[in-house]
């Protein structure tokens, strides 16, 4: 039996309140400094850089000081949007599993991908002609969805769709953890 939502919350705000009180010794200080000098060795300024389970901050605070753009995430999210992202993704299902694993029960997720039907390979834009083109001639390139297919996929990693709604070219589901 796993443990509750609750177990692990507690343990995370203990673990997060202790990283808290470290973050200004001398040691701590200058491993943050050494990660962020790591990164901006291969990423230029303003980046944008994201830092995933930031805690308190201490390197988001250390990579903006460089002039990065950086934004700063971490558990427990009430909410994500994934709006026209999923499409590019090699590995949808794995996207929205660590979506899953961010969200704090009860958390939401609100995701967009194209929709299937209604994405003709006329439709304007020289983007959207060519991915629907790639979509025909070559499987794999790029996804498209529909209510059924989209709703699944949520499903499938754990979330509970509350809503789905279907528009001129997209699809759209509103998922609870």
């Known amino acids: 039996m796993p443990a509750p939502h609750w177990f692990f919350r507690f343990l995370y705000d203990r673990e997060s309140a202790a990283w808290e009180r470290r973050r200004d010794e001398p040691d701590q200080r200058e491993l943050v400094e050494r990660t962020a000098d790591q990164l901006a060795d291969v990423v230029a300024p303003p980046g944008p850089v994201a830092d995933l389970g ?17 934004a700063g995430v971490d558990g427990s999210l009430a909410g994500v949007l994934a709006i026209l ?5 090699p590995h949808p299902a794995a ?3 660590e979506i899953r694993r961010c969200l704090r029960p009860g958390g939401h997720l609100l995701i967009t991908a194209p ?11 020289l983007y959207w002609r060519l991915r629907a083109a790639c979509y025909l001639l070559v499987p794999g390139v790029v996804r498209f969805y529909d ?11 754990g979330l509970t769709v509350v809503e789905c709604t279907v528009e001129p070219g997209r699809v759209s589901a509103l998922a609870r953890s």
């Open 85 to 89: 992202v999923l499409q590019h993704l």
């Open 54 to 70: 930031c805690g308190p901050g201490a390197h988001a605070l250390a990579l903006a000081r460089r002039g990065y753009d950086v």
């Open 147 to 157: 209510a059924n297919s989209l709703t699944r996929l949520v499903q499938d990693q």
């Open 95 to 97: 996207f929205i599993a």
């Open 115 to 125: 929709a299937r039907d209604s994405t003709p390979r006329t439709s304007q834009g």
